[in-house]
């Protein structure tokens, strides 16, 4: 069973830094892409960044580039989001995701976490 | 591409036949997915590659589109359906649609 459990949410002050983990089981986590997507508040949802299967290429929108930083340790399955220069707009709960590649078919974000909340505020 | 979902707010009855919006600001070449998400809960992937029904989801669930427009059909409304509904396209950049809420009368 695909499980991906994401920690280390919490309350942080506007300008900190916080580390979000996802660990991931039930597949090869080293075969996949993976994602973070968050949701403010009351709100949609927002893609926040993706990471290649070896970690070698990572994306972001210009809402947070610069400022947040994915990674992934292949051997521990865990995907990481290093949240730099916290602002208030980033308060939201921080899903991670994977999407899937099979026999010619792409399935996008098949499987999520049950999200970790965020809170920027002084 | 910015994703336009409509109507923000659905109110349907048991039974009916539920038919949901999402437009593109250009061509999505199909790569578009709906997702559904009940309150508190995670999204859940419903329909991928405009019109394909991912492993489990009911029969009653099917979508449709090509170019700019798609949507997402509920054949006969459970009241199971009670969510929030996403379209999000993966054609160029990765973008959801802002969402249609589906309250059951």
């Known amino acids: 069973e695909v499980q991906l459990v994401e920690t280390g949410g919490g309350l942080v002050q506007p300008g900190r830094s916080l580390k979000l983990s996802c660990v991931a089981s039930?597949?090869?986590?080293?075969?996949?892409?993976m994602y973070w997507i968050r949701q403010a508040p009351g709100k949609g949802l927002e893609w926040v960044s993706s990471?290649?299967?070896?970690?070698?290429?990572?994306y972001y929108p210009d809402s947070v580039k610069g400022r947040f930083t994915i990674s992934r340790d292949n051997a521990e399955n865990t995907v990481y989001l290093q949240m730099n220069s916290l602002r208030s707009e980033d308060t939201a709960t921080y899903y991670c995701?994977?999407?899937?590649?099979?026999?010619?078919?792409?399935?996008?974000?098949?499987?999520w976490g049950q999200g970790v909340m965020v809170t920027v505020s002084s | 591409i910015q994703l336009t979902q409509s109507p923000s707010l659905l109110s349907a009855s048991v039974g009916d036949r539920v038919t949901l919006s999402c437009k593109g600001s250009q061509n999505i070449n199909n790569y578009l997915a709906w997702y559904q998400q009940k309150l508190g809960e995670a999204p859940k992937l419903l329909i991928y590659?405009?019109?394909s029904l991912q492993t489990g989801i009911p029969s009653r669930f099917s979508g449709s589109g090509s170019g700019t427009d798609y949507t997402l059909t509920i054949s006969s409304l459970h009241s199971e359906d009670l969510a929030t509904y996403y379209c999000?396209?993966?054609?160029?950049?990765?973008?959801f649609g802002s969402g249609t809420k589906l309250e059951i009368k």
């Open positions: 039930g597949f090869t986590f080293s075969s996949y892409w």
């Open positions: 999000y396209q993966y054609n160029n950049g990765l973008t």
């Open positions: 990471i290649n299967t070896d970690g070698g290429s990572t």
């Open positions: 995701a994977k999407d899937r590649y099979y026999d010619g078919t792409y399935y996008p974000f098949d499987y």
């Open positions: 590659k405009t019109n």
